[in-house]
């Protein structure tokens, strides 16, 4: 066989295997369903005013061109970027910030390029995929917690080598729930670990986060703000002190050797912070639906509704979880099933979004469906 028959053999078969157990990924294109997927928590993704405050912008800079045309270490800096840079860690009372092109290569930025041969990387288990993978590419020992538990956090501390960075996300993306976020950077500064936080689905929904709002951003090592979710934009900041900024300039690949983000992104990402200023009742409108989507559900008695707009609905087995979804898409619902390898077999799940702009009927709706096909 040729190799090129040997890769495709070896392509199919993967693919198959995955397809005979059900968990073929495939593309498809959202329908104009009831948003309860996204992570456009605040709405600012889908906000006129905010995209026409982008147009109006946008003219007030005839000279600034499409591409950013290089590396930042290249010809992809600019000084917009670095005052932008510069007003992010001011609004997140952090010394410095950098810039990456996705919450998913800052992630890689930050584990790939810390730990060296020796060190230790401490992560939750339940944290982001970008987290597990910059910490392989990276030289560091890996070592898992059990989720939120501070016990096993405590035990995989006491084994730790060299220089140990502990990973944790502030809200959970799959579960929703939120980290102790005190009580482990407690641990951490008792065993000298450095821990670093990441914020993205809480940047926003809790206003400047979850470390900010447990008054940690002094004390944390690093944290990462991502802007695809509640700021409706796309990329990520990593905050933190400038010498870390600095390290990460000289040593992290994915920010080396990447092309910067275009001028329109970061402007789009200076004008969604002005807007989350100048809309600090959307957190609070937020707050209302997550409230009547809890009190709608009260009566489940077994499932465990979250603060935050991330509502997992346990439907073990990858079959069920499937068919609540089709079920809801049939009444013009959309809610994905998340089905393993995202999470552990048997915990699959519908992951529900709760958004500012989704209606007070729409959520009864929803809650009504769930409480008719919850019979666990
Ligand atoms: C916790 C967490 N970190 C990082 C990322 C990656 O961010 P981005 O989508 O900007 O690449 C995600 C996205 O799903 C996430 O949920």
Redesign the pocket.
Known sequence: MSRKLFAEAFLNERLEKRKQNGLLRKLSQTKDLIDFSSNDYLGLARSKELGQGLQKAVLLYPDAILGSTGSRLLSGNSEFAEKLEQDIAAYHGMEAALLFN????A?LALFSSLAQRGDTIIMDELI?A?VIDGSRMGLGKRLKFKHNNLESLEEKLKVATGICYVAV?SLY?MDGDQAPLKAIQHLCSTYNALLIV?E??AFGVFEKGLVAQNGLSNQIFAT?F???KALGA???AVTGSQLLRNYLINFARPFIYSTAMPFAQLLHIRLAYKYLQDHEELPLLLKKKIRLFQKQLLPITHIQTMEGPIQSILIPGQVAVRKASLELEAMNIKVYPIVSPTVAPGTERLRICLHTYNTDQEIEQLCHFLQHTIHI
Do not use: K
């Not at 996705?102 to 290569?105: D, E, H, L």
């Open positions: 996705s919450g998913y290569t992630n982001h970008s996300e993306s990441d993205a689905h990462l991502t802007f695809g796309h990329g990520a």
